[in-house]
């Protein structure tokens, strides 16, 4: 029902600010700052992914929780969307989500609201890994032997290969 009211409200209030901005500086003025925020926004999301991309990275490289980078990507991926659609309220939540004070209260109050069950990170968080962590069990480098048989198939003398995979005579 939240998500019904937000998808009739927000082009209600679009529409409104259209009117009223347009009356107040005219339609061209009103049209170039529809297309300079869209473009201002686009450059800003770029810097600012990139940087919440760099944080994510290092999270990853020093195996520290991914939570907060991750989180703060996602609210600068959404903001260049609001900043993308037309209109002036979308602009203003868009230009709010890319001020970090705004992204951390925003991600402030989702952590009061959601409860993160179980977080792992790395091949020991698989449940499915052996002794040391990883699939198959043993580490990594162990020698494993075994035999093989080469199956052919059974085709005619004339018979090419399939293409799927290279003949006997090539390499």
């Given at each position: 029902m939240l998500l019904f009211l937000a998808f009739l409200a927000v082009p209600l209030i679009e529409i409104a600010l259209f009117i009223q901005v347009g009356g107040a500086i005219g339609l061209w003025p009103t049209l170039a700052v529809v297309v300079l925020t869209a473009i201002l926004g686009t450059w800003l999301?770029?810097?600012?992914?990139?940087?919440?991309?760099?944080?994510?990275?290092?999270?990853?490289?020093?195996?520290?929780?991914?939570?907060?980078?991750?989180?703060?990507?996602?609210?600068?991926?959404?903001?260049?969307?609001?900043?993308?659609?037309?209109?002036?309220?979308?602009?203003?939540?868009?230009?709010?989500?890319?001020?970090?004070?705004?992204?951390?209260?925003?991600?402030?109050?989702?952590r009061k609201r959601v409860t993160v069950t179980q977080f792992s990170m790395g091949p020991r968080g698989d449940p499915r890994a052996g002794p040391g962590g990883f699939r198959g069990g043993g580490m990594p480098g162990d020698v494993v032997e075994g035999e093989f048989e080469e199956v052919r198939p059974r085709r005619g003398a004339n018979a090419r290969p399939s293409g799927w995979v290279e003949g006997p005579d090539r390499h």
């Open positions: 999301v770029r810097s600012q992914g990139a940087a919440a991309m760099g944080q994510l990275r290092r999270s990853f490289a020093e195996l520290d929780d991914p939570t907060e980078p991750l989180a703060h990507g996602a609210m600068i991926l959404i903001a260049g969307a609001l900043l993308l659609t037309p209109g002036f309220f979308t602009d203003a939540v868009g230009f709010a989500l890319l001020m970090p004070p705004v992204r951390m209260a925003v991600l402030r109050y989702l």
